[in-house]
Nanobody, 121 residues
């Protein structure tokens, strides 16, 4: 599976962004999809994940109530809608695919190249 994330950019605090991740391959609907982020000098951290059917989602505490993960299996795409953005949301956002239901980055098998999100305060 090859993943291509897009949609990042510069936004003011309180604003919104919608990230997309397009996947290649015919087995997209078999994978749990996750979003992680990495701020400068920090470890890569879990943000959200969605089950292969889209029926289950799970969020980091920092994302609950502000971010929404969704997927369109017909279009091999996963999304991350980010609202009420804060300066601390700044970082490179990565989409990832795996076969396990986990928030551990090592549980995921495939990673996209990342897209930069910068939130100005």
């Amino acid at each position: 599976v090859q993943l291509q994330a897009s949609g990042g950019g510069l936004v003011q605090a309180g604003g919104s962004l919608r990230l997309s991740c397009a996947a290649s391959g015919r087995t997209f609907s078999s994978y749990t999809m996750g979003w992680f982020r990495q701020a400068p000098g920090k470890e890569r951290e879990f943000v959200a994940r969605i089950s292969y059917t889209g029926g289950m989602t799970y969020y980091a505490d920092s994302a609950k109530g502000r971010f929404t993960v969704s997927r369109d299996n017909a279009k091999n795409t996963v999304f991350l809608q980010m609202d009420s953005l804060k300066a601390e949301d700044t970082g490179v956002y990565y989409c990832t695919a795996g076969t396990r239901w986990s928030r551990d980055r090592y549980a995921y098998d495939y990673w996209g190249q990342g897209t930069q999100v910068t939130v100005s305060s």
